[in-house]
């Protein structure tokens, strides 16, 4: 069973920058996608940005030039770092993945980012 395990989150300053990861027990070319969903207080699940298994990337308009994913194909590792955080950006951030050979969606437990204003 594959595991997606985050860390990273946590209390910064708008304006300010902040990274995410997520560590998968497997490897990540296993996955057809990888990606970062949030949810925000009272609000519906929102994907914040995918990346491929060939590395294209796409990302919600409310965050483009401001957060970036990437991965370590050596550590099977997925990053997503915020910059010009906002209180908007205040959410659970989740990581996700959809398996390449099952197309099983696997998630993390979610990680908390605050950004106050």
């Known amino acids: 069973q594959v595991q997606l395990v985050e860390s990273g989150g946590g209390l910064v300053q708008a304006g300010g920058s902040l990274s995410v990861s997520c560590a998968s027990s497997g490897s990540i070319f296993s996955f057809n996608t990888m990606g970062w969903y949030r949810r925000a207080p009272e609000k519906q699940r929102e994907l914040v940005a995918t990346i491929s298994r060939s590395g294209n990337k796409n990302y919600t308009d409310s965050v483009k030039d401001r957060f970036t994913i990437s991965r370590d194909i050596t550590g099977n590792i997925l990053y997503l770092q915020m910059n010009s955080l906002k209180a908007e950006d205040t959410a659970v951030y989740y990581c996700?993945?959809?398996?390449?050979?099952?197309?099983?969606?696997?998630w993390g437990q979610g990680t908390q980012v605050t950004v106050s204003s």
């Open positions: 996700y993945a959809r398996g390449r050979y099952n197309s099983a969606d696997y």
